[in-house]
């Protein structure tokens, strides 16, 4: 009998299954709803810093929030394919990113939606990583968050975190702003 790896993430079987998935159904509009409402808890205040997504797929969110709010910030965004053709979208893998100096920049807004941790770990940790470890003081980090309550707060790394504090918390996303280094 054939052993599954453990180690597999949902991107080595369906390369582009969720993203089309989403763009199919209305999750690119609940990503933009989100984020907008975490953006009004802070009263639209950021720090220096640019604005990533980790697994854009084929939105365009970003270019909407910059173009209302922050027509100053660079936007960033990461996938395994730039679906979109924008020019601020970098196709890679994201477990592979720590390898990318250019991509080591100050981040303002991270917003991590690739998959869930429980079917693709590796993939979500890299993109907790980057955002961890480039969101500046005040930097708010948004994760795309299974709705089943069995997976929400998990894993505890994420939510039991002296240096995130969780300011929202709704059905398929969690916000938090970053108070210390
Ligand atoms: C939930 S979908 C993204 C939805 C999108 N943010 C939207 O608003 O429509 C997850 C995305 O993560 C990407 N992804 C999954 N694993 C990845 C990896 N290891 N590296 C880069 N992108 C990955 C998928 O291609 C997919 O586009």
Same mark, same amino acid.
């Given at each position: ?12 079987? /369906? ?8 763009? &199919? ?10 984020v907008?409402?975490?953006?009004k ?16 797929g ?7 929030? &910059? ?5 100053? &910030? ?11 053709g ?5 196709? $890679?893998?994201? /477990? ?17 939606? $690739? ?5 693709s ?16 003081? !005040? !930097? ?31 059905? !398929? ?9």
């Amino acid at each position: 009998m054939k052993m599954k790896s453990m180690y597999k993430d949902r991107i080595d079987t /369906r390369k582009d299954f969720s993203a089309e998935n989403c763009f &199919k159904s209305n999750w690119t509009q609940r990503v933009e709803t989100s984020v907008r409402n975490v953006l009004k808890i802070v009263n639209f205040s950021l720090p220096e810093g640019i604005i990533v997504e980790y697994g854009v797929g084929y939105s365009i969110n970003l270019e909407k929030i &910059k173009a209302d709010y922050y027509p100053e &910030k660079d936007i960033l965004g990461f996938d395994i394919k730039n679906f979109s053709g924008r020019p601020w979208v970098k196709d $890679l893998d994201v /477990r592979n990113i720590c390898s990318y100096k250019e991509f080591k920049k100050p981040i303002a807004l991270a917003i991590n939606e $690739l998959p869930n941790w429980h079917e693709s770990y590796i993939t979500k940790q890299a993109g907790y990583d980057h955002a961890m470890n480039n969101l500046v003081v !005040g !930097g708010i980090y948004i994760e795309a968050r299974q709705i089943n309550p069995e997976f929400y707060d998990y894993p505890r790394h994420v939510y039991e975190n002296d240096t995130l504090k969780k300011i929202y918390v709704q059905s !398929g996303h969690i916000g938090f702003i970053k108070i210390k280094d």
